[in-house]
């Protein structure tokens, strides 16, 4: 079911994303398998991944081109 965000929620994460090296970023959430998918480059083009807990981070030579969130919903719970 979609959520409705408030204003407040955005301004809340508006520091977060501003802080981040990359200012770009486009964000999938895929809700039957409860994973979140952010990716800093289009297409992302990774050529190596580690998972670190229930996130893979995805490299292209030593640059993290997107993350993938397993379990994502947990977060809403910290």
Known sequence: MAKTISIQEISEIVPRILSMPSKVMWIDYDEEAD???INF???QEATD???INDMIV???KDEV???TV???SDYLKA
């Open 35 to 37: 994973v979140l998918y």
């Open 41 to 43: 480059k289009k297409p």
């Open 49 to 51: 991944s580690r998972m």
């Open 58 to 60: 995805h490299y292209r």
């Open 65 to 67: 081109v997107g993350v």
């Open 70 to 72: 397993l379990h994502a």
